[in-house]
């Protein structure tokens, strides 16, 4: 499963409806969401009892634990190693059909609700033009959605324990819930519909030039139409079946489909690793984990669509999308609107215009299971799990001691090549990267902050203090009191301020030269450093961090997207252009203190989210940290033409991807190593030379080659642990702490435990017209009232027979824990006799993770 840069996740609790019968009394209860569902899927509340115990008191830095070995170990084999103790913790969240037998093992577990399955489309005309792409007709594509029964694969393979999805946005999330009647309206016009889709597919083949023959099957240039589906067979054993009931589908409409089925190590060089018009694939079960709890989604309709995501990879490369879906998407990644009303229509708009294109079609928002044993104490995301927890790592021990040694089991490792540029970004490998890093908060740039695994808000990690100024107007909240917080009705951009890179001369293009007559910005951020902030942080090869490094991570964001450039990756150009459409700038005020600004038109509705430190953390967003001279031997082999941070430059040119912990690469940028120390190197002279001497350059090779001799890699950072030891072949690896981390171990135990909303309703089994209604709604955290300063929102969502949405809501305030849902009169006349609905939301506000229960009644004369 991908984790996915800037992405957010699956609401908590699943709706526990009840169905009506006869025998039934006039008043009925919905049942509570702490109680299990019938599916034996446990509820949040359930889950979050397993709070792990305080941390001990200690003056140990780095991590808890002295050592962490990891292997790839199949899921259907994680309990038994468990009970056996060939391991103490499987990282991986598994499917929501495996709860029953983690209970009934007795272990412990995380439970998290960020994970999702799609079906990823080949969007690509290909270079054969005898073989026809069913997939880059846009309305093939959309039809899939009504050949997809989610509820059919959500009870079959998950147990019920999973929820449908038809979005980019997470379902029963913030997001949704604030567009939730537009999703309704959405997921009843594309429901499951066999007959409309075989029309449609029908018509749009024909046009293309297909035929149908008496057996049913289309076929083009006298051959079937044969679809390469890639099928995942490993992780946590749901797709396979996934992937089997969607290609029975396809068959069902005429297709001819080879079923090809792939573990993650051996699909990723053919949907991510090859050209899509090569044709070597039609589609794909894809799966993707958030990188952390996200709160504003916005982003993800470029993420998840468009050629300008930061993902830069096919098949996203080669989507010819809708110009308005295009532009919308754009926008609103970029923070193109001036209010919320106007964002909120623009993400209801771009909801409809995401199933008309369907670069890939979601099926499943899953609920996943990470099982550990009694003794270990697990920090874990609501969303993105144990593997997807920025503050995990830190937190991860032995219960009630300090040291020892752990075994962790997950599903997969080395999928891709590890280079923080455009290297692996599966979730497997982003979490021991990791650990091997400073925070991040989630957002790019936000290196330095921690991202808190319980909101998706961000905590000062590394940085003395911040400012944040807003032009006013925009709809932006602060929410923690740790920064200051000013608007502005206009933000200057001052002169001398790096707003582009002209590559030819290794020099950034200031403002002044830029824009000659001034520009302004929507948000702008200073965030000041520690004094002793080159004393006290180290790179793991015993080098201090340097100002350096920091703008050694700008250049690179720069540097590549310029044909000029001797690392130029024409593949990279999308995003960055994306990017620069709302990049105002990037300003080093001060190096001692380290200072810098940053300015931009593009902005994050929580405050917290616009504070970018700009540490030197993968300048794609990808995890992991960047030392200057890692880049510089990287950036040699590239210019050399022998290796490429891209899989798409790497496989144009017949060239290795680079790694920094395996393979081939490894002796290349030994060789660039040595060169490089020999001459002193000093990567951009005419700008980085002004950060960096040539004494310190030689200190830097020199702790980086000893570094290389001791661990034979070159993956390096500031986190709590370092990577010791890397087996790509057996596909395990050692982690060791950092104790030189100037991190406390306990810095971040204040993650302990999410404080979960339960709900329970209340009401007539039985309305009518000719009299208002009241439902009641109780709300609690461990049995106790949840107070009404913690909870942000109560929204109601009444349906009708149909399951249309009849009207949205806000509920009444009563006291802590019971609020009000009044149906008038007036409503209830305008419904259709027979069944309804009523849906409710809670939106508390220490967990980013609404709550969702429902309660079904008859609606009489």
Same mark, same amino acid.
């Given at each position: 499963m991908r984790s996915k840069v800037l992405y957010a996740t699956l609401g908590l609790l699943m709706i526990a409806s009840m169905i009506l019968s006869a025998c039934q009394p006039a008043t009925q209860t919905a049942a509570p969401t702490e109680e299990p569902a019938m599916t034996e899927a446990p509820s949040a509340t359930e889950a979050a009892t397993e709070a792990p115990t305080q941390a001990p008191k200690t003056d140990r830095h780095g991590g808890w634990l002295d050592e962490i070995d990891v292997s790839v170990i199949a899921g259907d084999s994680a309990i038994s190693q468990l009970k056996a103790g060939d391991i103490d913790l499987y990282s991986y969240g598994l499917a929501s059909d495996v709860y029953p037998a983690i209970k009934e093992a007795g272990l412990k577990y995380s439970q998290s609700y960020g994970g999702s399955y799609s079906i990823m489309f080949n969007p690509a005309a290909f270079d054969d033009t005898t073989v026809l792409n069913p997939f880059s007709n846009r309305k093939i594509r959309e039809a899939v959605n009504w050949l997809v029964d989610r509820n059919y694969v959500n009870q079959e393979i998950y147990a019920g324990g999973s929820l449908p999805k038809f979005f980019a946005i997470t379902t029963q999330l913030v997001e949704y819930t604030n567009l939730i009647d537009t999703a309704r309206a959405l997921e009843a016009k594309y429901a499951y519909n066999m007959e409309k889709a075989k029309q449609v597919i029908a018509d749009e083949m024909t046009g293309m030039g297909a035929t149908q023959g008496a057996d049913g099957k289309w076929q083009y240039n006298g051959k079937p139409v044969n679809l390469i589906f890639l099928i995942r067979s490993d992780g946590d054993g749901t797709r396979k079946p996934m992937g089997d009931y969607v290609a029975n589908q396809l068959e069902a409409v005429g297709f001819t489909v080879e079923r090809a089925y792939k573990t993650s190590s051996e699909a990723a060089p053919i949907w991510r690793g090859?050209? /899509?018009?090569? %044709?070597?694939?039609?589609?794909?079960?894809?799966?993707?984990?958030?990188? %952390?709890?996200?709160?504003?989604?916005?982003?993800?309709?470029? *993420?998840?669509?468009?050629?300008?995501?930061?993902?830069?990879?096919?098949?996203?490369?080669?989507?010819?999308?809708?110009?308005?879906?295009?532009?919308? %998407?754009?926008?609103? $990644?970029?923070?193109?609107?001036?209010?919320?009303?106007?964002?909120? *229509?623009?993400? $209801?708009? $771009?909801?409809?215009?995401?199933?008309?294109?369907?670069?890939?079609?979601?099926?499943?928002?899953?609920?996943?299971?990470?099982?550990?044993?009694?003794?270990?104490?697990?920090?874990?995301?609501? /969303? /993105?799990?144990?593997?997807? $927890?920025?503050? %995990?790592?830190y937190n991860l021990r032995f219960d009630g001691q300090e040291g020892g040694t752990m075994k962790v089991g997950t599903v997969d490792l080395f999928t891709e090549p590890w280079n923080t540029i455009s290297g692996s970004n599966w979730v497997w490998d982003s979490n021991i990267m990791r650990a091997t890093s400073t925070g991040v908060a989630n957002v790019v740039g936000s290196g330095g902050l921690m991202g808190d695994p319980y909101t998706g808000l961000a905590w000062p990690q590394r940085i003395e203090s911040a400012e944040l100024t807003v032009k006013t107007g925009l709809p932006v909240t602060k929410n923690l009191d740790w920064f200051t917080m000013k608007t502005a009705d206009s933000i200057e951009v001052p002169g001398d301020t790096w707003v582009d890179w002209d590559a030819k001369t290794q020099k950034f293009i200031t403002a002044a030269e830029k824009y000659p007559d001034g520009t302004t910005a929507n948000v702008k951020s200073v965030v000041t450093f520690p004094a002793d902030l080159y004393t006290t942080v180290k790179w793991h090869d015993g080098s201090p961090i340097s100002a350096a490094d920091f703008v050694m991570a700008i250049i690179e964001t720069f540097d590549r997207a310029k044909p000029e450039s001797v690392i130029y990756d024409e593949s990279y150009v999308p995003s960055f252009e994306a990017f620069l459409a709302s990049f105002k700038g990037y300003r080093v005020v001060s190096t001692d203190p380290l200072v810098i600004e940053s300015y931009s038109d593009a902005y994050n509705a929580d405050a917290e989210l616009n504070i970018l430190p700009l540490w030197p953390s993968s300048p794609t967003g990808l995890s992991g940290e960047n030392s200057w001279q890692v880049f510089a031997i990287s950036n040699l082999a590239e210019e050399n033409g022998e290796l490429a941070y891209t899989s798409d430059k790497a496989d144009t040119n017949q060239i290795e991807q680079t790694s920094w912990v395996g393979g081939p690469s490894l002796e290349i940028l030994a060789k660039y190593l040595d060169q490089a120390e020999s001459e002193t190197y000093i990567p951009f002279e005419p700008t980085l030379g002004q950060y960096l001497t040539k004494e310190e350059a030689a200190q830097r090779y020199a702790s980086l080659k000893k570094w290389y001799e001791a661990h034979g890699h070159f993956w390096i950072g500031t986190g709590p642990y370092y990577l010791d030891k890397v087996y790509t072949t057996e596909k395990s690896l050692v982690l060791k702490q950092f104790a030189d981390s100037s991190d406390p171990s306990d810095e971040w135990a204040v993650f302990s435990e999410p404080k979960l909303a339960s709900i329970q309703l209340d009401g007539p089994a039985q309305v009518s017209g000719s009299a208002e209604s009241i439902f009641d709604v109780m709300v609690t955290f461990k049995d106790q009232p949840y107070a009404q300063a913690d909870i942000k929102q109560v929204k109601y969502i009444l349906y009708d027979a149909s399951g249309a949405v009849v009207k949205v809501g806000e509920a009444s305030f009563v006291s802590d824990g019971q609020y009000q849902v009044t149906l008038d009169a007036a409503t209830l006349a305008q419904m259709p006799t027979g069944s309804a609905r009523l849906e409710v939301a809670v939106v508390p506000i220490p967990v980013a993770i609404p709550a969702f229960t429902s309660i079904d009644f008859v609606v009489v004369p």
């Open positions: 090859s050209k /899509a018009s090569e %044709g070597l694939w039609n589609l794909y079960t894809a799966g993707w984990l958030p990188s %952390g709890l996200t709160r504003d989604e916005r982003s993800q309709i470029q *993420q998840m669509y468009l050629n300008s995501s930061v993902q830069a990879v096919d098949p996203f490369i080669s989507n010819v999308s809708d110009p308005e879906f295009q532009k919308l %998407g754009d926008d609103l $990644a970029q923070g193109t609107f001036s209010s919320k009303e106007e964002r909120d *229509q623009m993400m $209801a708009r $771009a909801l409809e215009l995401s199933l008309e294109d369907s670069l890939q079609v979601f099926v499943i928002e899953q609920v996943q299971y990470s099982p550990y044993n009694n003794n270990v104490q697990v920090t874990y995301d609501l /969303a /993105a799990g144990v593997e997807g $927890a920025y503050a %995990g790592p």
